[in-house]
């Protein structure tokens, strides 16, 4: 049984920091595609970060050079690194398996004075 588990979500100043986390089971996260999405209610699912098999990272514009994701092979799990948040980074972020359409439960990032 595949399961993907977030963690790291909170409540955070503009300009702050969070890292979050996600750990598998079920699937190695070194053989598949792993991405990072974020949902507001109402509004579709936002790519901000993949991370090939080779370990190539791809960044939308929208996180590109505040977001930087990694994948610890031995953990079997995949972070995502968040600096500069905005309070448009608000919302719900899941790690998935995208080809499989593979999520995770997803964790709360509110990003708020």
């Known amino acids: 049984q595949v399961q993907l588990v977030e963690s790291g979500g909170g409540l955070v100043q503009p300009g702050g920091s969070l890292r979050l986390s996600c750990v598998a089971s079920g699937l190695d996260v070194s053989r598949n595609v792993m991405g990072w999405y974020r949902q507001v209610l109402g509004k579709q699912r936002e790519w901000v970060a993949s991370i090939q098999v080779d370990g190539t990272k791809n960044y939308p514009d929208v996180s590109k050079g505040r977001f930087t994701a990694s994948r610890d092979n031995a953990r079997n799990a995949v972070y995502l690194q968040m600096n500069g948040l905005k309070p448009e980074d608000t919302g719900v972020y899941y790690c998935?398996?995208?080809?499989?359409?593979?999520w995770g439960q997803g964790t709360q990032v509110t990003v708020s004075a």
């Open positions: 998935g398996v995208p080809a499989t359409a593979t």
